[in-house]
Each structure stands twice: as C-alpha cells, then as structure tokens.
C-alpha cells in the first residue's frame, strides 16, 4: 500500500513536516479554499503541488472536489457545475494530479452525534449513537415524519435520553452534526439545514441513483481522456439520515455504480469505516470482487453495537478483521502489480493530541500515526508469510 496522511491545508495543526515524520510518503488533500461548485484553477492548484513536494512528499490523491447540492438534485445551474467540474478533471490532470475522491451523500457528508467519546483507556473516538441521532432529528431539528425512520422503541429511547440532557449536551449534539466535521460543507444552522434537506423532498433512493448515474455519463470520459481516477467515498454512516436518500451502501450498491458507465476511471474509494458499519458487508470478499474498481483505501474499524450505532476503535479492534482485510489487499496488489494509496482513517485523540483542541476531530496527528504503524506493521507481516 502507498501510505498517505490526509492534510487539511496550511490551517492543519497537524504539519507536513509531521506527516513526513509519520512515515507516510503521500498527501490526501483538497483545495478546501475554493467554494463546491468553482473551477478549481491550475494557479491554485499549482501552489498546493509544490507546497506538498516541497516537503518532500507527493500529493497522492485529491480528497474531495465535492459535488454541488445542485448537480445531485439535478436543479438550477446543474449543468454549469458539471461543466465547471470536467474542467476541474482537466486543470488538475494537466498539473499532474491523477487521482479524485468523491462523494454523492445528500446535504451533509459523514455524521457523528460525538466527537470526543471517552474511551476506557482516556483517550476519545468518534462514535455515532442511533439514540442520539433520534434525539436530534425528533427534538432539536424537530424534522416532520421520524416515525418513518425510526423504530418505536428508539424514539422512545429518545424521550428519555433528551429529558436527561443539559443544555450542553444538547448543543454538543447540535455542534457535532452541523459544524464538527472536517471537509464536510460549511458549517450550518438549523434553518438553513431544515431548507437544504427540504429540497430532497420527493427524491427517492431511484432517482439520486438516476442523478449520479447521469454525472458520471458526463465526467467520466473526460476523466478517462485525461487519465484522472475518479474513487466514490461510501456514504457514511452507511443507512439514510434525516429522512435523506443515501446510495452508496452495499456491495448491491457498488455493482450498481460501476455499472452506471464502464470505465477504468470509474471507481471506488474502499473505506473500511464506512462499509463496515454495515454489518451485511463482507469487506475482504468485496475488496476480491471490486478488485481493479479500487483506486483508493481509508481503512479503519468501527465498533457495531446492537442497535445501529458504533464508534471507531483502534484500527486492528472493532467488528471487522483488518488481517483479512490487508491480506485481500496485499493479495490485490499483488495480481494487478500496483500499490494503491491507503490512509490510516481517523484515529483516537490520545497522549499530546489531547492537549491540542484545535486538531480536527478524528485527524489527530498521534492517533493516526498510531493507526497507521500498526497498519504498516501488519502489511509487513502478512507480505512476509505470503511472498
Ligand atoms: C471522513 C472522510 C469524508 C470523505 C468524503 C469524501 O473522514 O472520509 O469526509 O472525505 O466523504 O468525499
């Protein structure tokens, strides 16, 4: 595997010098200045490449161009953004950049109800809890129609839990969902969240299958033509939120994407975290049957607990086997002759990270360095026995 870090711009408190240090050799990192839906310019694009190989390391992977609200709704400017994101294909290929990951998840990108979930040994994972969620889409948005998406007993769960909280816990679930997350939109109040999710109304899980199909029927040739991989990140948490449509789920849904149009740039960004919170996902059989379609790896280990919620363990713990997770990659790499790109996915906020509250929440510099030495660890060993 190519080992990379993800890096979120100068602003990042974690430093490429760190990220050097960590071991990694590639950076994952978006032009997170420009606004979803701009032409990303080659000037901007330019100045990022040479900051990254200044320090000795390579921009592997651009980790997101995000898609526009409008081109997946295929509303107002739609075409507009669509033409504007072929040329982003083109700008960045002709500054050397192969490499795009993506996602089509309604409204908001990945969800946690918390950010600093203590954990036995005093450090704080991510964790997204069903019952919190409840307590958020039911009580604080107030959102029409919950009774569809949840179970009786969760709502009345739900109940319960709100009338226990503080004010706040209340807004530390609040904060969590609409301004925690890095590389996410910007940041969001309730009003304009309640109008963004208003806009789905009506759209069904058919018809945002319909809009990505149709993206991809325009963006994938010039990405081909350009030789840009373009890699779909799973929708994360992988089941519908807010009342949302989400697509990319399942191993059904990924035989649906690369179905949409046939093409070497037309791939998967395998994310253990996300796809393995679905229990029905068999991660190492995937990895075998996607084979060529992954052009890019974010390997982590979530916790499933009974109910739907999780949070992320260490990246060996959790509910999937990340030994035999590796050993399908390693075996991957292997038949096609090739390394892909791999970052250690999140990580616990532990040791001096704690002492660092403007680090972004899952992108720690110890936890992830953490996460990926035991990675690296284990390719090692399972190459060592296989090869
Ligand atoms: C979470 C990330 C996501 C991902 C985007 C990809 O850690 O993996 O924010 O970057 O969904 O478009």
């Not at 018809?207 to 199909?213: D, E, I, P, R, V």
């Not at 790109?341 to 509250?357: C, F, K, S, T, V």
């Amino acid at each position: 595997m190519e080992q990379t870090f993800r890096w979120f711009g100068e602003t990042d408190t974690v430093k490429l010098s760190d990220i050097k240090q960590a071991g990694a050799t590639g950076v994952v990192t978006a032009l997170h200045h420009i606004k979803n839906g701009e032409i990303w310019e080659k000037e901007e694009i330019l100045k990022v490449k040479n900051n990254i190989e200044s320090s000795g390391l390579t921009w592997s992977f651009i980790e997101s161009i995000p898609i526009h609200e409008n081109i997946k709704l295929q509303t107002g400017d739609y075409l507009q953004r669509i033409a504007n994101y072929k040329q982003s294909i083109k700008n960045v290929a002709e500054c050397g950049i192969k490499n795009i990951c993506y996602n089509f998840m309604p409204v908001l990108d990945w969800t946690r109800t918390h950010l600093y979930w203590k954990l036995n040994d005093g450090s704080t994972a991510l964790r997204f809890d069903k019952v919190e969620m409840a307590v958020f889409e039911c009580f604080i948005m107030k959102r029409q129609g919950i009774e569809n998406s949840y179970t009786s007993d969760i709502i009345e769960k739900a109940k319960i839990r709100f009338s226990k909280m503080s004010s706040e816990e209340k807004q530390r679930l609040e904060d969590s969902i609409l301004k925690g997350l890095p590389g996410t939109v910007d940041d969001l109040t309730i009003p304009i969240f309640k109008e963004m999710i208003a806009q789905y109304n009506g759209v069904s899980h058919q018809t945002l299958k319909a809009n990505l199909s149709y993206f991809l029927n325009e963006v994938i040739p010039v990405a081909e033509e350009n030789g840009v991989k373009m890699a779909i990140h799973p929708d994360d948490p992988p089941f519908d939120i807010m009342g949302l449509p989400r697509i990319i789920k399942s191993e059904k849904d990924l035989d649906d994407l690369v179905g949409f149009i046939d093409s070497p740039s037309n791939g998967i960004t395998f994310c253990t975290g996300s796809l393995g919170a679905n229990p029905e996902n068999n991660l190492p059989k995937m990895i075998e049957k996607f084979g060529d379609k992954i052009h890019f790896l974010h390997l982590r280990n979530v916790k499933r607990e009974a109910d739907g919620s999780f949070y992320e363990d260490n990246h060996l713990d959790g509910s999937s086997d990340m030994y035999e997770i590796v050993k399908a990659v390693v075996t991957l790499e292997n038949k096609r002759g090739v390394q892909i790109p791999m970052r250690p996915d999140h990580g616990h906020q532990m040791l001096n990270d704690l002492e660092n509250d403007k680090a972004y929440a899952g992108y720690t510099a110890i936890g992830r360095l953490r996460g990926l030495a035991e990675l690296r660890g284990l390719e090692l060993g399972i190459k060592k026995s296989l090869f």
